[in-house]
Structure formats: structure tokens, C-alpha cells
């Protein structure tokens, strides 16, 4: 049996805690939870892969309606209200999510294969490289592109939105898209000569094209920064990832506009 990632488990746990503490859960929100369990009993039977692909499948579809906050029961919080950090930014809000976290405990608890453990050293000097990488070409392509520009700042609000974007945000989609979508497409085309290369790109791409509801500027620059979170997962594990995003985010949002320019 596979242990579990106990010290991703308690992050998560206490970002949610902090979710609500903001907001509340309705009792459809159990209806949710159910589903999941359901899933998470499927995706662990060894010996029915029928069961097995039933199971993801089933997780899939809640995944995206928790992510889209489109299942009732949950009554997210905001802990920022509408507000503009910079005088030439666009305003900002900010909502404690309780069903999108969900997605993070599932994917934790029925595949914790998605951690992809490293030595802690290893994961250190992966992370320092894909950051410095990746806020180069993504922040520095943001900037060149005049959706964002220097402005160091650090408002009232910032620790909770470090506490919001690192346990809630980041870890969640981390463990999404590398460590479900990546790690698994990595599994399904290791026998292809470049299947590694192209599970990255795919999860890359998926992670681009959630940000959409952005504008294709966000997209383009959502998918560029997910080619170096997705070496960071694969060189360094899920810490390494979680810590190359979360770092863009911060580095974004203490020295550059945020969220971004206003036109």
C-alpha cells in the first residue's frame, strides 16, 4: 500500500479550516462529498479495471463541476473584497473556494502516487531553477505584452491571500494537473519515444485553457508557465511544482500589477 502524503493532506486541512472561517457548507454539499467517496472506492479496486476507469471517470466530471463552483452546498466566503492594490490596476476579489479544495483531498487520498516523492535537496535546486525560468519567460512575457508592470507593494490583505493561494489554489491545481493529469498521461504514453515530453505539454495546455475566462493572453502565458511547473513536477515531484507556482503567483503579485493592467 502506498502511504499517504500526510504533510500535503494537513496543508490542505488547514486552508480549509481558514475557508470556513469565511464562508459555510449547505447539507447538498454532502451529495458532493458522497460522489467523491464513491469515486475514490472505485479508482481503488485493484482487480476490476472496469471499476477502476468507472471511477475516474466519475471523479472527472466532479472535478470540473467543483472547479466551476457549479455544485450546490457551497457557500464560499470572500475574504477580499473588490479593491485595486495599484491606482493602474484592474479591481481585485477574492472568494475562499470549499468545493474546489475537495478536489485536492480526493485526488491526495485515492492516487497518492501524484506526489511523486524526491529528496528534498533535489526538489530545492529544481525549484530555484524552474522559478527563475519560469518567471522569466512568463512574467517577463506578461510585462513585454503590457498586461502587467512593475509595482512592488505589499497591502493589508497579503497573508491572506498567501494562505488562500498557497493551500487552496496552488496545491489543488498542482496536484490536478501535474500530478493527475501529467504523472498520469505519463503512465499511459510511457511507450512512445517522447511520451514523457508529451504528457507535459498536454497538461500544459489543459492548464492554459483554464484560464480562458482570462482572455487568450492568459492562456498563452498559463501555458508557458505550466511547461515549467510540469518539469518541476517531473524532475522534482509535487513539492517542487507547488513551490515553482506558488512562487510565480507571489513574485507576481508583490512586485508586478495585480492582477493586471486596466485598459
Not at 466532479?62 to 484592474?90: C, E, K
Not at 487520498?109 to 529544481?126: E, H, M, T
Not at 505589499?154 to 500530478?179: D, H, I, K, S, Y
Not at 522534482?236 to 513574485?251: K, V
Request: overall charge positive; some cysteine; hydrophobic content about 55%.
Amino acid at each position: 500500500m502506498i502511504a499517504l502524503p500526510w504533510l500535503y493532506l494537513i496543508l490542505l486541512s488547514i486552508g480549509y479550516v481558514v475557508a470556513l472561517a469565511y464562508g459555510q457548507l449547505g447539507l447538498l454539499g454532502a451529495v458532493s462529498v458522497a460522489m467523491l467517496l464513491i469515486a475514490g472506492y472505485a479508482v481503488r479496486q485493484q482487480r476490476n479495471p472496469w471499476a477502476r476507469s468507472l471511477g475516474h471517470g466519475l471523479f472527472i466530471v466532479l472535478a470540473l463541476g467543483l472547479a466551476m463552483h457549479w455544485l450546490p452546498g457551497f457557500y464560499n466566503g470572500r475574504g477580499i473584497a473588490p479593491q485595486r492594490f495599484t491606482p493602474d490596476s484592474v479591481p481585485f476579489s477574492m472568494y475562499l473556494n470549499q468545493d474546489k479544495p475537495l478536489i485536492g483531498f480526493w485526488l491526495l487520498l485515492a492516487c497518492p502516487w501524484i506526489v511523486a516523492r524526491r529528496s528534498w535537496r533535489l526538489a530545492i535546486c529544481v525549484t530555484a531553477l524552474a522559478l527563475t525560468l519560469t518567471a522569466i519567460a512568463a512574467l517577463g512575457g506578461a510585462a513585454l505584452m503590457g498586461i502587467i508592470s512593475w509595482a512592488p507593494k505589499w497591502p493589508e490583505q497579503a497573508w491572506l491571500w498567501v494562505l488562500n493561494n498557497l493551500l487552496l489554489v496552488t496545491l489543488v491545481e498542482e496536484a490536478l494537473f501535474r500530478g493527475y493529469i501529467q504523472g498520469g498521461l505519463s503512465q499511459r504514453l510511457k511507450h512512445l519515444p517522447y511520451g514523457e515530453n508529451l504528457a507535459l505539454l498536454l497538461a500544459s495546455l489543459l492548464f492554459g485553457l483554464a484560464h480562458l475566462g482570462a482572455g487568450w493572453h492568459w492562456v498563452l502565458l498559463a501555458s508557458i508557465a505550466g511547461v515549467g511547473y510540469g518539469l518541476a513536477y517531473r524532475f522534482g515531484g509535487l513539492g517542487a511544482a507547488i513551490a515553482t507556482h506558488f512562487g510565480l503567483n507571489l513574485l507576481h503579485f508583490g512586485l508586478f500589477t495585480y492582477p493586471m493592467l486596466a485598459s
